[in-house]
Nanobody, 124 residues
C-alpha cells in the first residue's frame, strides 16, 4: 500500500512559478514510476510528466516541455513538479500517482495509487 499527499498548489499570475510536492509513504519500490497528472473542469485527466524512481529518467507531455521539471528526493520519498512560465491553460487540479513500471507511462489506467490532488490556478 502506498499513500500520496500533494502540496504546493495555489493561485499565481501568468508567467509565475509554483513547485508542487508529492510525499509518498508505504512500500515504495525502486522500479516505480511517479507520475503527475492534471484535470481541468469538464476535461479528462491529462498526463503531465513522470519520473523513474530508480533511474531518475523523466517523461513530459509536449505542452509542458521546457517549462516544467520533475525531480525526486529518494531520502524523503518525495517527488517535485517545478512549474515555470505558467499559463492560464495550466489551471487544473494536479495529482501525483504511482505506476508499477514504465509501461504505458502516460496512461492514467497504469497508475495504481493516487493522491488527493492540489489546485493550481493561473490568472491572466
Amino acid at each position: 500500500q502506498v499513500q500520496l499527499v500533494e502540496s504546493g498548489g495555489g493561485l499565481v499570475q501568468a508567467g509565475g512559478s509554483l513547485r508542487l510536492s508529492c510525499a509518498a509513504s508505504g512500500r515504495i519500490f525502486s522500479r516505480y514510476i511517479m507520475g503527475w497528472f492534471r484535470q481541468a473542469p469538464g476535461k479528462e485527466r491529462e498526463f503531465v510528466g513522470a519520473v523513474n524512481w530508480r533511474t531518475a529518467n523523466t517523461y513530459y507531455v509536449d505542452s509542458v516541455k521546457g517549462r516544467f521539471t520533475i525531480s525526486r528526493d529518494n531520502a524523503k520519498n518525495t517527488v517535485y513538479l517545478q512549474m515555470n512560465s505558467l499559463k492560464p491553460e495550466d489551471t487544473a487540479v494536479y495529482y501525483c500517482a504511482v505506476a508499477p513500471n514504465p509501461a504505458g507511462v502516460p496512461r492514467p489506467s497504469r497508475y495504481e495509487y493516487w493522491g488527493q490532488g492540489t489546485q493550481v490556478t493561473v490568472s491572466s
